[in-house]
């Protein structure tokens, strides 16, 4: 995890991104909302999700975004341990 750089903007309108948010790899956000990378995608192409790119030209997901939307189908609320 980290927060917001200098250069990052939001992927959707470009804007500066705010500072102090949270920012997540999409394998971080995958494991969090308990769902696969593809899902996390297909999220930010329907902009569901808020994102940045970096200046490296990766992708990072707020944190906060993740769970703004109505919970995923696929996303399971129980604890890791039970069974």
């Given at each position: 995890?980290?927060?917001?750089?200098?250069?990052?903007r939001?992927?959707?309108?470009?804007?500066?991104?705010?500072?102090?948010?949270?920012?997540?790899?999409?394998?971080?956000?995958?494991?969090?909302?308990?769902?696969?990378?593809?899902?996390?995608?297909?999220?930010?192409?329907?902009?569901?999700?808020?994102?940045?790119?970096?200046?490296?030209?990766?992708?990072?997901?707020?944190?906060?975004?993740?769970?703004?939307?109505?919970?995923?189908?696929e996303?399971?609320?129980?604890?890791?341990?039970?069974?």
């Amino acid at each position: 995890m980290r927060t917001r750089g200098a250069n990052e903007r939001c992927y959707v309108c470009g804007a500066a991104a705010l500072q102090g948010r949270v920012l997540i790899d999409i394998d971080e956000a995958a494991d969090l909302a308990r769902c696969s990378r593809s899902t996390i995608e297909r999220r930010i192409r329907q902009s569901r999700l808020e994102c940045a790119k970096l200046a490296t030209g990766e992708t990072r997901i707020y944190l906060d975004s993740l769970f703004r939307d109505p919970p995923f189908r696929e996303f399971d609320l129980r604890p890791l341990d039970v069974v």
